[in-house]
């Protein structure tokens, strides 16, 4: 790293004689070039005051009475943008007072502009010329105070450079508090805040007012620990104000813009990990635990939501088992694939659930889900498919009612995989007010597997035509893999994804596949 060169004090054209001493009307100037340098040499830095007028060229000859020479000569103060950047802010002195000519400012390309807050920039400047990495150089703004920096602080800042040593605004303090002044120092006997912590209540200040900018804060030499305590409060880095030169400086803008987006960038995808594993845990537990204490019917469950990265879709099922030994299956199909879909996919589960321990069943069961979807449901056009089953206690026989659903398949040994009947197939929940949906008794027999599927599972593609898998397809499906010696959890795996295979990829809507299996 180059050594730094301590920059030198401008020499105002009064000290030097060159120039007669500014009127006293005259206001300070923002900013000051380096002693012997010409405005037309002074590097490109663009300083901005948005606050000053700008005004159109003036007379920029010297006044014939008094012969006296312009102060853009003598490296006197030229506005808050530098001449070879922008234009100067020419001023002429002369005997009897000043002509002030401010030149037309052209528009600089930059990709960085950053925003300088420092007590008095009217001063020597404590920041040199910067130029970016392609060498245009840095637009810099100036505020001498907080409020300054709210009112400058625009989406096209991208760094904050704080003058540590910037004078913090104290809380007004009453006459019990010792009548210190309101500027922070305490006179008057009040003790005022020391000023340490000013300066970090400053930095404080300055991060809460822009939190998405990176902020680079300026202390002395030897002040390094000031420095650090800033960087720990939330700068990106901290400089010394007296061994700034523009390449360290620009080096350091950089890399602060580049620290802070990959900070913000970090902390978002944080923050978006836990909210999938909060959402992870809430889907999670939502999820079905089987009632299946006591029966000997054996369960396997299989459930893919089509939404990317979702463990929970519009597709429902729970199974329970009543005190009298029934054992009630369930599976179920929310129109749409979104989150409110889901939701409704829960609400209908756990109604089911409640519903069946309070004793109902069958069509009254069914009457009232329709009910509960009516209420709950965001829109008119949502309706649910269901199939509900109730198996005996001797687990011979079961009770089917369908709601618009496909029908259960049972398979046996020695008897092929087949549909349960579903002439009586009833309207889908929440098509028709007042719908009925008849319980059909069915005969299982002593041994059997008995799987409760949604439409996800037969409605996927069969090669690269527009021919569906269909309930033909899936039974025929069920059977080759019976005959391989599949049962249970392993059926349901070797289902699912054989589905998959033969859509070519993920499947769009949701699966869900209950299977119970009773043997002798």
């Known amino acids: 790293m180059p050594v730094p060169v301590p920059r030198q004090r401008a020499i105002p054209a009064v000290e030097c004689g060159q120039a007669p001493a ?13 002693p012997g340098t010409h405005p037309a040499e002074n590097p490109t830095t663009r300083r901005e005051n948005p606050t000053e007028k700008r005004e159109k060229p003036t007379d920029t000859s010297p006044d014939p ?20 950047a922008t234009g100067t802010d020419s001023r002429t002195a002369t005997g009897a007072g000043r002509t002030h000519t401010d030149l037309t400012r052209s528009a600089v390309p930059t990709n960085l502009t950053v925003l300088l807050i420092e007590d008095d920039p009217a001063g020597s400047p404590i920041v040199p010329d910067l130029l970016d990495q392609a060498g245009k150089p840095i637009r810099v703004r100036t505020a001498r105070n907080l409020t300054e920096a709210g009112r400058l602080l625009t989406d096209d800042v991208h760094c904050i450079l704080l003058d540590l ?48 900018h990176a902020v680079l804060a300026l202390t002395s030499s030897s ?13 990106q880095d901290y ?3 007296d061994e700034l030169d523009g390449r360290l400086l620009s080096r350091a803008i950089r890399y602060a813009v580049e620290r802070k987006r990959s900070d913000s960038a970090e902390r978002r995808l944080a923050e978006g990990r836990v909210r999938a594993q909060e959402n992870r845990r809430l889907e999670r537990g939502l999820l079905p635990t089987p009632l299946l204490a006591g029966s000997p019917l054996r369960f396997a469950a299989r459930y893919r939501p089509g ?44 109604a089911w659930r409640a519903l069946t321990l309070a004793g109902l069943c069958g069509d009254e069961l069914l009457g009232t889900l329709q009910q509960v979807l009516e209420h709950e449901r965001s829109d008119d056009e949502i309706f649910a498919t269901l199939c509900a089953v109730d198996i005996s206690p001797d687990g011979r026989r079961a009770g089917l009612c369908l709601a618009g659903h496909p029908s259960p398949l049972i398979a046996a040994p ?26 059909m008794q069915v005969e299982l027999g002593a041994e059997w597997s008995l799987m409760l599927y949604t439409d996800g599972l037969i409605e996927g593609h069969v090669g690269e035509g527009r021919e569906r898998l269909g309930q033909d397809g899936m039974v025929e499906m069920v059977r080759r893999q019976r005959a391989e010696g599949l049962r249970g959890e392993e059926l349901l795996r070797a289902a699912v994804n054989e589905v998959r295979e033969l859509n070519g990829g993920e499947l769009a809507d949701d699966v869900a596949v209950v299977l119970l299996d009773r043997t002798a």
């Open 414 to 439: 020695g008897v092929p995989a087949r549909l349960l009947p579903y002439d009586n197939n009833g309207p889908a929940l929440g098509l028709l007010p007042g719908a009925r949906w008849p319980r």
């Open 307 to 350: 939404r990317s990265r979702a463990l929970l879709g519009g597709d429902f099922y729970d199974v329970v088992r009543t005190p009298d030994g029934t054992v009630h299956a369930m599976i179920g199909d929310v129109c749409g694939h979104g989150p409110d879909e889901a939701a409704l996919g829960v609400e209908l589960r756990i």
């Open 165 to 212: 040593a910037l004078s913090a605004p104290a809380p007004a303090r009453t006459s019990a508090d010792g009548g210190g002044n309101a500027n922070g120092n305490g006179n008057g006997g009040g003790g005022g805040d020391t000023e340490d912590h000013d300066e970090l209540a400053v930095l404080r200040h300055v991060l809460e007012l822009a939190p998405r």
């Open 22 to 34: 500014a009127s006293p009307d005259s206001g300070p100037s923002k900013e000051q070039a380096p």
């Open 65 to 84: 009475s008094t012969g006296t020479a312009t102060a853009t000569g003598t490296g006197t103060g030229t506005g808050t943008d530098s001449p070879a």
């Open 239 to 241: 400089l010394f104000r």
């Open 223 to 235: 002040d390094a620990e000031r420095g650090a305590e800033a960087v720990a409060v939330g700068a």
